[in-house]
């Protein structure tokens, strides 16, 4: 029997039975599915703990609605967008997903995006950074929940240049979102006055850095901007540090996590700006929910954690409200009621599907600073929602014309 045909014997039967909120349910449970990155470079930013992020929303949704079970599915995308997509397809197919949870890598972000719109499924963006994602690849059931290079480029690119990083070469992931957030950052840069001498890309999750940095040195560019993240990010700064780079140039971490921040250590990471969406040390709500997280993992949350519980937990709300799991309604539900939770306040998600959110450009402590395991981050600015992303003029989203 196809789900298609289950599910309108299950809707008949409802209706005699006069439950009309349970009969919206297709299949009788909400499916809530996540493919990440749970055993590479960037497992430790999202990962497994990020699929427990959301087991934390749906047990504080009250682990069902109206009723009807919510389950949680997760897999591993490898990094590679095929992966991806097939998993994704499968899951609508023959699983019932409701809604999916794309975790990091952009190429596999991109692949999921286009799955989902095919099905007409929610897919919120969490990990991936890519702008395309509602730019020029925007569909009308694509949410980007966290970041994107836009932002990240607006916050610590024109910081760096500010304080007299004039001179940019690039250190860049060889793959969409590596190129995105070059793309993004050398724009910011060349805005506000300074110049980009050149780039070189490496291999996603590259084992060997020396030749890379050897001609980023050769550059005599002031700036090293990392337009990489997670593992290859870590290696890099560890490298350059090794080879004496930072000697001659100072490294701009374009996107750093502050698991990166843990592993590097404060006496290499010290002094650097970085913009991220959410600090667990920002006020009592995120330190209290943090604390929660912490018990089951022994480290705090990144930003992506975090988000990834927002975003499931502003679904199952709208679900609730809807009164159904249909992925249009429940995105019409969403579109109009603010986003106010841990994550963030007021919330609002634009017709190009961007959550439009406050940033935030943080500072490294000193070791001296810092007063608590995990406290590492000066709050330097709040870069407010209307400035952090890509405007209306600049959009190519066919959704917001």
């Known amino acids: 029997m ?40 960037y497992s430790d930013i999202d990962g497994p703990a990020g699929v427990e992020a959301v087991r934390m929303a749906v047990a504080d949704a009250g682990g069902n609605i109206n009723g009807k079970k919510i389950e949680v599915l997760f897999a ?32 596999a972000a991109l692949a999921m995006a286009g799955v989902a719109a095919e099905k007409k499924k929610p897919f919120l963006v969490i ?43 690039f250190l860049t992931a060889d793959y969409a979102f590596g190129h995105a957030l070059q793309n993004d950052t050398a724009n910011v840069v ?10 070189v890309r490496h291999p996603l999750s590259a084992s060997d850095f020396s030749s890379f940095l050897l001609q980023a040195q050769s550059s005599k ?21 090794e080879f004496g780079i930072t000697k001659k ?3 701009a971490g374009l996107l750093v996590f502050i698991n990166d921040v843990h592993s590097l250590g404060l006496k290499n990471t010290q002094g650097m700006y970085i913009t991220d969406s959410w600090y667990w040390n920002q006020n009592a709500e995120t330190r209290a929910w943090s604390r929660k997280f912490f018990e089951k993992f022994k480290r705090m949350p990144s930003s992506l954690q975090a988000a990834d519980y927002s975003a499931a937990l502003n679904y199952l ?19 109009k009621t603010p986003v106010s939770d841990v994550f963030t306040k007021n919330g609002t998600i634009r017709a190009d599907g ?48």
């Open 2 to 41: 196809t789900r298609i045909a289950s599910a309108c014997l299950f809707a008949g039967a409802a209706t005699l039975a006069g439950g009309a909120a349970q009969a919206q349910i297709s299949g009788d449970v909400i499916r809530i599915g996540m493919i990440t990155d749970m055993s590479g470079l």
């Open 76 to 107: 591993d995308h490898q990094n590679k967008p095929d992966v991806a997509a097939s998993k994704a397809r499968e899951w609508f197919d023959q699983q019932g997903l409701d809604m999916l949870i794309g975790g990091t890598n952009s190429g």
């Open 127 to 169: 990990g991936a950074g890519g702008s395309a994602l509602t730019n020029e690849r925007c569909t009308p059931y694509t949410v980007h929940w966290a970041y994107d290079t836009v932002a990240l480029a607006k916050g610590t690119g024109s910081a760096v240049v500010k304080a007299g990083g004039k001179s940019w070469y």
């Open 190 to 199: 060349k805005a506000s006055g300074g110049t980009v001498a050149g780039a």
């Open 221 to 241: 560019a002031d700036i090293l901007g990392l337009a990489n993240a997670g593992g290859d990010t870590i290696n890099a700064v560890k490298a350059a540090n």
């Open 249 to 251: 140039m100072k490294l």
């Open 317 to 335: 709300k709208a679900v609730k409200a809807a009164g159904t799991d249909d992925g249009d309604k429940v995105l019409a539900q969403m579109r």
């Open 354 to 401: 961007r959550l439009v959110h406050d940033m935030y450009l943080m500072q490294v402590k000193t070791p001296e600073q810092s007063k608590e395991p995990w406290d590492y981050y000066n709050v330097v600015e709040t870069i407010k929602g209307d400035a952090a992303w890509t405007t209306k003029a600049e959009s190519k989203c066919e959704l917001w014309k």
